[in-house]
């Protein structure tokens, strides 16, 4: 199903960027949680930039009112091949941008502070 094609992707593109967590698939949605890269939490401000850096591309994809750092990825049967490999590419464009936006922040955090002697 595409769907688990999907599931397993993003399963890989969270081994690259550890800013996946949790992954769980129903028929034709993938939920995933976005997580903290060093502490494996729950990370709504990173979830939240994933929507915006998604938002042009016209993706089934929508936070959980109830968890914000849970998203769902719609992929209805009807999508084609061509269609759930775009989607992919999407996503892990998106989660390496993340990662490397953490990065950058937590280096420029570093760099404010004082040096040790």
């Known amino acids: 199903m595409k769907v688990d094609y999907v599931a397993y992707r993003l399963r890989e593109i969270g081994e690259e960027t550890n800013i996946v967590g949790d992954i769980s698939t ?29 938002a042009d591309e016209r993706l089934f994809l929508q936070s959980d009112n109830s968890e914000p750092a849970l998203l769902h990825v719609s992929v209805p049967e009807s999508m084609t091949y061509l269609q759930v490999n775009r989607l992919v590419e999407i996503l892990d464009d998106v989660a390496h941008a993340l990662r490397e936006m953490f990065d950058d922040a937590n280096m420029e955090e570093e760099e404010d502070e004082p040096w040790e002697i």
């Open 26 to 54: 129903d028929a034709e949605t993938v939920s995933v949680l976005i997580v903290n890269p060093d502490s494996g939490k729950p990370a709504d401000a990173l979830a939240n930039e994933f929507l915006r850096l998604t």
